[in-house]
């Protein structure tokens, strides 16, 4: 608390960036409720970067600390930990965006909006799938036709944003693919690559 304190009032941060797990916790867990609570009143924006869950680690021989699969099974392991926990109907104000394209997120996410426990319903008002539409995707090395394609069947347009992995990747694998995918119109593009993340942050609007 003291740490989102010193970052909005002292350094002026735009958001804040979190792992989506940290060692045997996920963030809906309810010892984070109180660092929600303090976002949710700041309105903030909220950034998961992908970790590698410490019940997962080293399972396959010779991988070790491996991002391989783990990233993306970690981000739709922490969507599932906050849509279990209920913060996105406890604390609405948070913009949550997941990277890469959500990961398994948005491959799962038909399943997950099936097998919800219905004994949580009363923990997301408005469901599973209106969360999931309100969720926002960085789409930073998940840019071939298999991602992109799964996170437009789950949100709209107005949801995805532009990231790239530079400088631990070239640009030129970030952004493979990008170029050449049919799925979005000249106006799609326009608001991935600026005019959505304008509207999360308005003070760099040009």
Not at 69 to 86: V, W
């Amino acid at each position: 608390l003291k740490e989102i304190e010193y970052a909005y009032d002292t350094l002026k941060a735009d958001g804040i960036a979190l792992w989506t797990s940290y060692r045997d916790k996920w963030p809906g867990d309810a010892e984070f409720a109180p660092v929600f609570e303090e976002l949710n009143r700041r309105k903030a924006v909220v950034f998961f970067h992908p970790a590698a869950g410490i019940c997962c680690r080293n399972l396959i021989p010779g991988l070790g600390y491996s991002g391989i699969i783990e990233y993306d099974i970690d981000t739709a392991r922490c969507a599932e930990s906050l849509l279990a926990g209920g913060t996105p109907g406890r604390f609405p104000e948070v913009r949550f965006i997941f990277s890469p394209s959500g990961g398994a997120l948005t491959v799962l996410a038909a399943r997950m909006i099936d097998d919800y426990p219905k004994a949580f319903a009363d923990r997301l008002p408005h469901g599973v799938e209106y969360e999931f539409r309100r969720f926002y995707y960085d789409v930073a090395h998940a840019s071939k036709p298999a991602a992109l394609d799964a996170v437009k069947d789950i949100a709209p347009v107005s949801q995805i944003l532009y990231g790239a992995d530079v400088p631990l990747r070239t640009y030129e694998l970030t952004n493979e693919g990008l170029d050449v995918y049919p799925g979005f119109s000249p106006k799609d593009w326009e608001a991935i690559y600026r005019t959505n993340a304008e509207k999360l942050f308005p003070r760099l609007k040009a």
